[in-house]
């Protein structure tokens, strides 16, 4: 009998390690073609979809220095990493400019932390977006002290506090919430909840609020899937992933979701968010705007002439990122729960 479990463990073990193998293949298959994409257009990817390459570079960092030497097939998918790092930073340091940039990589890795499902769910969220861009931006500066020359790091004001701790907002205002508290722990600020004296919040903790606004984004990603992923919210559905991802909350890293990225992928170009009736160089914020009145306002959107989506392809390749660590840090995926 003893022989028997231990067959059966061995066969089970194999099985895993088979299939976290197929899985990391998939993503770097993925990667590569991202890197393709980089190299023929870096001059003309924006902002937003750098800082999603500049996410990936930290993180294929991060995997090559962890990875583990276990056998000759992981040997050579680590070799792989490496010259997708290469091939990043060549290109990349073209576009050094955007480390000054208030979005500019926030890595804390896949901590494992579960949210036990939808436990911290608003009862009603706002329709339309509660966060003003300019006042996230200039919130964000204040936290990393890039808000001049040697500034001081770590200010605070009352009314960044109160924006960045409202509840019921959806969308894109949750990710920046979510990033706010992230940056504030990345630069050990410990005045985030300083002075807000509302009897509802005495107990909350700069970690309390992670987790209220990834259940959200969680909850957010379960019923975009469930209307149906379009090109309209699939951004939404991949920036979800990728911060919530590197904020340390393992149950974005799905098998399912991972399948859905990789669908989003354009195969000819590499891209992400391709439309491929899309003929002018740029479309102006003035005119998403008009697309979508009063709803999800994707930050500085640029598509370019092959109908590619900057923001959307820096934030997928960023997702990836996040997978590809925790698929190496998570011994057993068939123990992942897909939904």
Known sequence: MRASWLRLAAVLALFSAVSRAEVIDDVLNSLARGADFLERQHEHINLDGVVGYLMLQAELKQA??????SDPV?????????????????????????????????????RLLELHRFQFSYSSTLTSECYDEQLSDKCLTLLLGTWKQNGTPCIVTKQCRDMMTRFGCPFYSLSHQLLYFMIGNM????????????????NMTEQSYQRI???????TNQDLLTDGLGALNADIFLENIL?????????????????????LQDLEVGCFGRDR???????????????????????REKVLLDGCSSHMT????????????????EQDITKRPLS
């Open 74 to 110: 992981s040997w050579s998918q680590r070799s792989r990493a490496v010259v997708l790092v290469r091939r990043l930073s060549r290109f990349l340091l073209l576009r050094c400019r955007v480390r000054a940039d208030p979005h500019v990589a926030v890595l804390a890795g896949p």
């Open 243 to 263: 911060v919530c991802g590197l904020a340390g909350f393992s149950d974005f890293y799905k098998v399912d979701w991972l399948q859905h990225i990789l669908r």
């Open 277 to 299: 009736n899309v003929v002018s160089e740029r479309i102006g914020e003035e005119l998403l705007e008009q697309l979508q009145p009063h709803h999800r306002v994707k930050r």
């Open 187 to 202: 630069k050990g600020c410990t005045n985030l909840l300083k002075g807000d004296t509302r009897a509802s919040r005495l």
């Open 213 to 219: 606004f990834c259940s959200n984004m969680m909850k």
């Open 314 to 329: 820096g934030v997928a390749v960023g997702a990836l990122g996040g997978y590809l660590n925790y698929y190496l840090t």
């Open 64 to 69: 090559v220095q962890s990875w583990p030497h």
